[in-house]
């Protein structure tokens, strides 16, 4: 005859007790099991989201040629330009800039204005469209999904078609590894991340 154990809730029933104690530790395995692998899948937005094409993720040898590709002229293998013919004898200048060594792997991209008559602000002109997505992919990284303090405290502005800015245009720690920057309107922009080692 088997003897079952006395699962009896009363003081000093040891067989009660470890099964108690079991099932807490499941919870919290659980729990930081999914807190880890949330963590994870966040950082790999972050390793993967563009900019012109490029992002953390793309190995530093294959930066060139897809930026290349793109009408980038190689100034050296952390910097890129480019023009693009606007009205009125104004231009688009573009400018991509990589950082990359032991401590940080930075990719920082430019869009300004020059000839003509530049207004800095941006006016009632919309922000391009071949930007939009990318500014709107950022903003989405950086704002939603947060407490209003962590939106009060990265200083995000509304989103509109005129302006997407986050943190006065300074870089904004997201988490112990990720920086992101966002300031973007008409007339210019500065879209950056970075990771720390």
């Not at 880890?36 to 972050?46: K, L, T, W, Y």
């Not at 040629?65 to 004898?89: C, D, H, V």
Request: glycine share 8%; charged share 20%.
């Amino acid at each position: 005859m088997i003897k079952r154990p006395n699962l009896s809730v009363r003081p000093g029933n040891t067989a009660l007790r470890w099964i108690a104690c079991l099932g807490i530790a499941c919870v919290l395995i659980s729990t930081a099991t999914t807190a880890a692998q949330s963590a994870n899948g966040n950082d790999e937005s972050f390793r993967h989201i563009e900019i012109s094409g490029i992002s953390l993720a793309t190995p530093f040898d294959q930066i060139a040629g897809i930026l290349t590709a793109q009408g980038y002229t190689e100034i050296n293998s952390r910097l890129f330009t480019k023009q693009g013919e606007l009205q009125n004898n104004r231009r688009t200048i573009f400018r991509i800039e990589i950082e990359d060594d032991a401590n940080l792997h930075r990719i920082t991209y430019h869009r300004s204005l020059s000839g003509g008559r530049v207004k800095t602000a941006g006016g009632d002109e919309p922000i391009p469209e071949y930007e939009t997505d990318m500014a709107q992919q950022f903003y989405r990284l950086m704002c939603e999904n947060i407490s209003k303090d962590e939106m009060k405290e990265s200083q995000c502005e509304p989103s509109t078609a005129y302006s997407i800015k986050v943190g006065n245009g300074r870089f904004i720690r997201i988490n112990d590894r990720y920086s992101m920057q966002l300031d973007v309107t008409a007339a210019n922009s500065t879209i950056g991340i970075q990771y720390t080692h």
